[in-house]
């Protein structure tokens, strides 16, 4: 037999990346899938049959229809329940209310069949009335079809056919997107009064007055966002690093003809290599940019949008400093400090939060052509101060679009 290639008896490592699109813009998701057990997991037969007798490097394609991820549409998976079925617990003290478009785990139901509190799988929210709620069981992915390719990173055989778990990979790698998108054309109403509100509410000159010359997410995550930046700069671009540090994490084989930081802290700033200019400014005291009007072809903002209690205003002023069909482009991951970031943040799941992200561009309606991507799973270094903790790297996700021509 042939161990260089898949067979029954195989363990292997697959990249799956899935892409597909939606009223809202294109998407992709880049997921690692480790110890992939050929004996025991579960793959769609179109996928199987692909991926049998395949070698490390090879890489396969599957389409699925409409339904085939995540499950057929169902409508009578979409019913209505009464109001008091929605517990209201609270989260840092303040109330979960049921918004329109949000999703929520079903363990927050009550009196329901077959639903138990320690029930995460989400629902959705699609409308809200007096007395009344109507909750969408479907699968976010239920309604699209996607393009599937996974590339064999490594083959080896199993030594033993004992422990491990029976994976659906496709539920496994689906568990997540479809949650960042509106439901029936129409906003999520992410925004409560408290949304921006957040538990350490003095100014930010304050908090980050001193300089923190250490990486907010682990190395692997630093080269995701490396690689978003690198895959959607293009030479010789006037770039503005917005909220920016000591790392700008920019490919260097990417020549920009200029990276000016707009920062809290002046050291940290004076720290970064990647810079040509700095300047001091606080955009929850002053959105206004301090900027003239296209004076850039792309702006980048690295794990600090979760930070912004102004957003809609950020948005309109990027938009205004950025040249015809420049980018806005905004990473980041699951790790932030929790004094700063607003409330909103900390209670959606991680998919919704690119959701957000993607209101922000909506709303100021000077942006078009947008996407939202993810890359999770890959190994955590060991090298890592939370690598005996978790050892799967911080996930990416990034959100951004063009402004409009």
């Known amino acids: 037999m042939d161990m260089s290639r898949i067979n029954k008896d195989s363990l292997a490592t697959l990249e799956f990346d899935i892409k597909w699109k939606s009223d809202l813009g294109s998407h992709r998701e880049r997921y690692l899938a480790q110890n992939v057990n050929f004996w025991r997991d ?38 209505e329940i009464k109001d008091k079925q929605f517990d209201r617990r609270k989260i840092n003290g303040r109330s979960i209310e049921p918004r329109y478009g949000r999703f929520y785990p079903k363990g ?9 509190r320690i029930n995460v799988q989400p629902f959705r929210c699609v409308d809200v009335d007096e007395g009344t709620l109507s909750v969408d069981f479907n699968h976010p992915m239920a309604k699209y079809g996607v393009d599937v390719d996974v590339t064999v990173r490594e083959v080896r055989n199993k030594q033993s056919d004992r ?7 496709i539920e496994e790698v689906a568990d997540g997107p479809g949650m960042q998108i509106r439901t029936n054309g129409k906003p999520t109403d992410f925004f409560s009064k408290s949304a921006f509100a957040r538990n350490d509410e003095n100014r930010d000159s304050v908090f980050y007055e001193k300089p923190r010359l250490v990486h907010h997410i682990d190395a692997q995550a630093r ?79 690295t794990a600090s949008v979760e930070y912004l209690t102004r957003p809609f205003e950020v948005f309109r002023e990027v938009a205004r400093v950025l040249r015809p069909g420049g980018l806005f482009v905004n990473t980041f991951s699951n790790r932030w400090f929790p004094p ?14 690119m959701g957000l992200v993607s209101e922000y561009f909506m709303e100021s309606g000077a942006y078009g052509n947008l996407k939202t991507y993810s890359a999770r799973g890959w190994d955590r270094p060991e090298d890592d101060r939370y690598f005996g903790e978790n050892p799967v790297s911080d996930p990416l996700y990034a959100v951004w679009a063009e402004k409009r021509r």
């Open 42 to 79: 579960l793959f769609p037969t179109k996928l199987s049959q692909y991926l049998l007798g395949a070698r490390e490097g090879d890489r396969v394609r599957a389409t699925f229809m409409p339904g085939e991820v995540g499950g057929e549409y169902r409508s009578d998976k979409v019913f």
């Open 108 to 116: 927050i139901l009550k009196d329901m069949p077959g639903i138990y």
């Open 163 to 169: 422990g491990g778990r029976l994976t659906d990979w």
């Open 223 to 301: 080269a995701h966002v490396s690689d978003v930046y690198r895959r959607t700069l293009k030479p010789n671009m006037a770039v503005l690093d917005l909220m920016s540090s000591w790392k700008s994490h920019l490919p260097e084989s990417v020549p920009l003809g200029s990276v000016i930081g707009l920062g809290l802290n002046d050291q940290e700033m004076a720290n970064n290599s990647a810079l040509s200019g700095h300047t001091v400014h606080d955009l929850n005291v002053e959105s206004r940019l301090p900027f003239e009007d296209q004076s850039f072809d792309a702006v980048l903002c």
């Open 340 to 353: 700063k970031a607003i409330s909103l943040w900390s209670e959606l799941s991680e998919f919704e939060r």
